[in-house]
């Protein structure tokens, strides 16, 4: 699941095709069919599988950081240059969320749950009114930051993800 979930995330769903996906897994082209019965159930599966915080993750880096300053660690580790840098191992969302918005996507469900659950990580966070609203507006930040890092090309995308973070930032102390 591993392999599917980083080269899904590396170059898209539709990108990637099923003996490749077998290759990388250390399997035959034929087990393939043995454990999915197609490649939109493996892509809907790699993409639930990529929420579940397999390296450690946001809610790992937030529950170790020191009290208050949770959120700043989410974004610190969010719009990171590395985690620009490696979408294979980053964020579903930000890397295929696009792509199923565009079309119905096997992608769709698994993503829009792991949106969620980021969703209610920050919001387990935040102070104040509109917790919901708010965290979904932060999450919106992070993911439309992270991607438009990943288009832009050098110092450009080096300054989109420190504006984003000091917008971040700015929210962060305004909650109080």
Same mark, same amino acid.
């Given at each position: 699941?591993?392999?599917?979930?980083?080269?899904?995330?590396?170059?898209?769903?539709?990108?990637?095709?099923?003996?490749?996906?077998?290759?990388?897994?250390?399997?035959?082209?034929?087990?393939?069919?043995?454990?999915?019965?197609?490649?939109?159930?493996?892509?809907?599966?790699?993409?639930?599988?990529?929420?579940?915080?397999?390296?450690?993750?946001?809610?790992?880096?937030?529950?170790?950081?020191?009290?208050?300053?949770?959120?700043?660690?989410?974004?610190?580790?969010?719009?990171?240059?590395?985690?620009?840098?490696?979408?294979?191992?980053?964020?579903?969302? @930000?890397?295929?969320?696009?792509?199923? !918005?565009?079309?119905? $996507?096997?992608?769709?469900?698994?993503? =829009? %749950?792991? +949106? *969620?659950?980021?969703?209610?990580?920050?919001?387990?966070?935040?102070?104040?009114?509109?917790?919901?609203?708010?965290?979904?507006?932060?999450?919106?930040?992070?993911?439309? @930051?992270?991607?438009?890092?990943?288009? !832009?090309?050098?110092? $450009?995308?080096?300054?989109?993800?420190? =504006? %984003?973070? +000091? *917008?971040?930032?700015?929210?962060?102390?305004?909650?109080?």
């Amino acid at each position: 699941m591993a392999a599917a979930a980083r080269l899904f995330r590396e170059r898209g769903t539709t990108a990637v095709g099923v003996a490749e996906l077998m290759e990388a897994a250390g399997m035959t082209h034929g087990g393939f069919y043995k454990h999915f019965e197609s490649k939109d159930a493996l892509v809907n599966e790699a993409c639930a599988w990529s929420f579940q915080d397999p390296g450690g993750g946001l809610r790992a880096a937030a529950e170790a950081a020191n009290p208050g300053e949770e959120l700043r660690t989410i974004v610190d580790r969010y719009l990171s240059k590395r985690h620009r840098d490696n979408p294979g191992k980053g964020c579903a969302l @930000a890397a295929l969320g696009s792509e199923a !918005a565009n079309r119905e $996507s096997p992608a769709r469900e698994a993503l =829009a %749950a792991g +949106r *969620e659950r980021l969703v209610s990580l920050v919001a387990r966070y935040m102070k104040g009114a509109d917790v919901k609203a708010r965290a979904s507006a932060f999450v919106a930040t992070m993911v439309g @930051a992270l991607i438009t890092a990943r288009v !832009a090309d050098g110092a $450009s995308s080096d300054a989109v993800l420190r =504006a %984003a973070k +000091r *917008e971040l930032y700015q929210r962060i102390e305004e909650q109080g």
